[in-house]
């Protein structure tokens, strides 16, 4: 089998441990595994993707961080080709979604027994995504978050905290005109809003996790007020595992949504990237739709359950 690796040599754990191209190459050959690593990050990612979409590869790995994922996701789904990854980010939520080895040793070694497993991806105006798309407080403070990314000493991140509880103090709500797949139209006044791939669960330390992304929904989470003692309460009952009846939030699951904020443009969250798209954003959650290389006993466990 031939794998076409996309290397991202910028992305958080790549640069830190400083991954190149050549190296990765001799490590799929240490494990037997035959590879072209492509780390140009002069040219596009999108024509790197579609250069690859196209080669004689069967798998395609990507190595770098959500937004790699993401982006070589939305080019592999429904098609005939696999999309394999080596976790090189600085958060790594699909990689941990899907119980992957986050050593970059490990991970390689695991594609050589790995087999595929189909998962759902969700969809909104066209782009593919993989975990959730968040409207309202969190692209804010997720900006702000940027600013301080690669200089990460005490005092950038005593300047965040101020940032970010300052933004929590003055944030008012916005309207969101909500309509889902049964029909139903209704505005809401809140502070943030995420719709995510499947549903994040809870359990002690699962933070942001999902155990299953093979459910088939479309999972609305609304926050309704986010003050500073919401942000504590929260973020406790995350660790501990019970958050789900907190009182600031509200869930639903779907399979399709459109939600519109009146106004033409707004920023979202993008599986952790910052975006402006045009309104309304329409929702769809497409089952199984990409297949994913995942090691062999996570794929026995997954048809076991």
């Given at each position: 089998m031939?794998?076409h690796?996309?290397?991202?040599?910028?992305?958080?754990t790549?640069?830190a441990?400083?991954?190149?191209?050549?190296?990765?190459a001799?490590?799929?050959a240490?494990h037997?595994?035959?590879?072209v690593?492509?780390?140009?990050?002069s040219?596009?990612?999108?024509?790197?993707?579609a250069e690859a979409?196209e080669?004689p590869a069967e798998v395609?790995v990507?190595?770098?961080g959500?937004g790699t994922?993401?982006?070589m996701?939305?080019?592999l789904v429904d098609?005939g080709?696999h999309l394999?990854?080596?976790p090189?980010g600085?958060?790594?939520?699909?990689?941990?979604?899907?119980n992957?080895p986050?050593?970059?040793?490990?991970?390689?070694?695991?594609l050589?027994s790995?087999t595929?497993q189909p998962?759902?991806?969700?969809?909104?105006?066209?782009?593919?995504f993989?975990?959730k798309?968040?409207i309202?407080?969190?692209?804010g403070?997720?900006a702000?978050r940027?600013?301080?990314?690669?200089?990460?000493?005490?005092?950038?991140k005593?300047?965040?905290l101020?940032?970010?509880?300052?933004?929590?103090a003055r944030?008012?709500?916005?309207?969101?005109a909500?309509?889902?797949d049964?029909?139903?139209r209704?505005i809401?006044?809140?502070?943030a809003m995420a719709?995510a791939?499947n549903?994040?669960?809870e359990g002690l330390g699962?933070f942001?996790?999902?155990?299953?992304?093979d459910?088939?929904?479309?999972?609305?989470y609304v926050?309704h007020?986010f003050?500073a003692?919401d942000?504590?309460?929260?973020t406790t009952?995350?660790l501990?595992?019970?958050w789900q009846?907190?009182?600031?939030?509200s869930?639903?699951s779907?399979?399709?949504v459109?939600i519109?904020?009146?106004?033409e443009l707004i920023?979202?969250?993008?599986?952790?990237?910052?975006?402006?798209?045009?309104?309304?954003?329409?929702?769809?959650i497409?089952?199984?739709?990409?297949s994913?290389i995942?090691?062999?006993?996570?794929s026995q466990?997954?048809?076991?359950a």
């Amino acid at each position: 089998m031939l794998y076409h690796v996309i290397l991202n040599p910028n992305s958080g754990t790549a640069r830190a441990l400083g991954i190149t191209a050549e190296a990765l190459a001799r490590l799929f050959a240490t494990h037997g595994l035959d590879a072209v690593v492509d780390d140009d990050d002069s040219r596009p990612l999108l024509d790197r993707i579609a250069e690859a979409v196209e080669g004689p590869a069967e798998v395609l790995v990507a190595a770098g961080g959500d937004g790699t994922i993401t982006a070589m996701a939305g080019a592999l789904v429904d098609g005939g080709k696999h999309l394999a990854i080596l976790p090189l980010g600085t958060f790594n939520a699909v990689a941990k979604d899907l119980n992957l080895p986050l050593d970059l040793d490990a991970a390689v070694a695991a594609l050589a027994s790995g087999t595929a497993q189909p998962i759902d991806v969700a969809e909104v105006n066209g782009r593919i995504f993989l975990q959730k798309v968040v409207i309202g407080l969190i692209p804010g403070l997720a900006a702000g978050r940027e600013h301080i990314r690669g200089r990460e000493t005490l005092m950038t991140k005593i300047g965040f905290l101020q940032y970010f509880f300052r933004r929590l103090a003055r944030q008012r709500r916005m309207a969101l005109a909500i309509e889902t797949d049964a029909g139903a139209r209704r505005i809401e006044r809140v502070q943030a809003m995420a719709v995510a791939c499947n549903a994040y669960d809870e359990g002690l330390g699962r933070f942001f996790a999902r155990q299953s992304l093979d459910r088939g929904v479309l999972t609305l989470y609304v926050l309704h007020h986010f003050t500073a003692r919401d942000f504590f309460r929260l973020t406790t009952g995350m660790l501990l595992g019970r958050w789900q009846d907190d009182e600031a939030l509200s869930m639903e699951s779907v399979s399709a949504v459109t939600i519109d904020a009146h106004r033409e443009l707004i920023k979202v969250m993008f599986d952790g990237e910052v975006e402006t798209f045009e309104t309304p954003l329409r929702f769809s959650i497409r089952p199984r739709a990409l297949s994913v290389i995942v090691p062999a006993d996570i794929s026995q466990t997954v048809e076991a359950a």
